[in-house]
């Protein structure tokens, strides 16, 4: 899967590093850090993703202190 990082500033959202995980996720997923529920809604709701959660600590690891983050399962569509 293809994780994309995303911090928010005033202004919407500043896209960060853009990797791929070792790890298999089926379904997307927009993680965030403590703190962040909300800026992480707000990306799942304008990419058409359903879940959140708190960030892993192997998803953080790719993530250089990113707020919010979005795991693009292996099922997913284009993102818009």
Same mark, same amino acid.
């Given at each position: 899967?293809?994780?994309? !990082?995303?911090?928010?500033?005033?202004?919407?959202? /500043?896209?960060?590093?853009?990797?791929? !995980?070792?790890?298999?996720?089926?379904?997307?997923?927009?993680?965030?850090?403590?703190? /962040? $529920? %909300? %800026? %992480? %809604?707000?990306?799942?709701?304008?990419? /058409? @993703?359903?879940?959140? &959660?708190? @960030?892993?600590?192997? @998803?953080?690891?790719?993530? $250089?202190?990113?707020?919010?983050?979005?795991?693009?399962?292996? &099922?997913? &569509?284009?993102?818009?």
């Amino acid at each position: 899967p293809i994780v994309v !990082t995303m911090s928010y500033v005033q202004s919407g959202y /500043n896209l960060g590093v853009v990797t791929n !995980t070792t790890s298999s996720y089926a379904n997307s997923i927009v993680m965030y850090t403590k703190g /962040n $529920e %909300a %800026a %992480a %809604a707000d990306v799942a709701k304008s990419v /058409n @993703i359903a879940d959140t &959660g708190v @960030i892993t600590p192997q @998803i953080a690891s790719l993530t $250089e202190n990113a707020d919010v983050t979005v795991v693009v399962g292996l &099922g997913h &569509g284009p993102v818009p």
